[in-house]
């Protein structure tokens, strides 16, 4: 099976911007995870969707937001971005999220 | 909220030393699982513990879930230059509507020395 993608890889945006991030999970995995990798702070939970349905949230203002289409594949969006959004933006897909999570390589966002 | 801590943060040890990296939550789990991240990497599986007072080995590495299923270990023997990375433990405690979300720990970076 073929591993969890995101696009894009990198991105360069201005304060102010936003900015949207996809991932294509796992086939057959209907679970996608959001997080934001710092070095000062790891892998904070953003959110997951399970079948189109946000399932849980992490403790992030409402400018992080995100959707799951019916072919699992999930998209977040960060509007009016800081400088402190900068980071590592990995997804996750497992088939439950209770289960063994699988990474994509990230996109690493910066903001100036 | 649920917090999982890790400790330590870095660890630097010389090659054919052992390791050992913890866990602690302020919840009990339903389950932890562990992962590995190489430098510039993502994050990858190792394993998941369920039971209380489980433990399970992988080679070399020796993981630990605690008797209350608050608390997480992972030992490496003798280590090797290609142990080097950063370990994450993430916890996670199901809710009375049977949904939950891992929480991570905030990982520990192991550096070993040839």
């Known amino acids: 099976k073929a591993g969890v993608t995101q696009t894009p890889r990198y991105l360069i945006k201005t304060r102010g911007q936003q900015v949207t991030l996809s991932c294509s999970p796992i086939?057959?995995?209907?679970?996608v995870s959001w997080y934001q990798q710092t070095p000062g702070q790891g892998l904070q939970f953003l959110f997951e969707?399970?079948?189109?349905?946000?399932?849980n949230k992490g403790n992030f203002p409402g400018r992080f937001s995100g959707r799951q289409f019916s072919n699992s594949r999930s998209e977040m969006n960060v509007s009016t971005l800081e400088l402190g959004d900068s980071a590592l933006y990995l997804c996750?897909?497992?088939?439950?999220?209770?289960?063994?999570?699988?990474f994509g390589p990230g996109t690493r966002l910066t903001v100036l | 909220g649920q917090q999982v801590m890790q400790i330590p943060q870095y660890q630097h040890v010389q090659e054919g030393e052992d390791f050992t990296t913890y866990c602690n939550s302020s919840?009990?789990?339903?389950?932890i699982q562990w992962y590995k991240q190489r430098p510039g990497g993502h994050p990858v599986f190792l394993i998941q513990?369920?039971?209380?007072?489980e433990v399970k080995k992988q080679k070399r590495l020796t993981f630990q879930f605690g008797e209350a299923k608050k608390n997480s270990s992972l030992h490496i023997t003798a280590t090797q230059t290609t142990d080097v990375g950063t370990y994450f433990c993430?916890?996670?405690?199901?809710?009375?509507?049977?949904?939950?979300?891992?929480?991570f720990g905030q990982g520990t970076t192991l550096q070993v020395k040839p």
């Open positions: 513990l369920v039971k209380s007072g």
């Open positions: 969707y399970f079948s189109e349905t946000q399932r």
């Open positions: 996750a897909s497992s088939e439950n999220s209770y289960n063994e999570q699988f």
């Open positions: 086939s057959g995995h209907r679970s």
């Open positions: 919840t009990t789990l339903s389950n």
């Open positions: 993430a916890g996670l405690s199901l809710g009375s509507s049977n949904t939950g979300k891992l929480i």
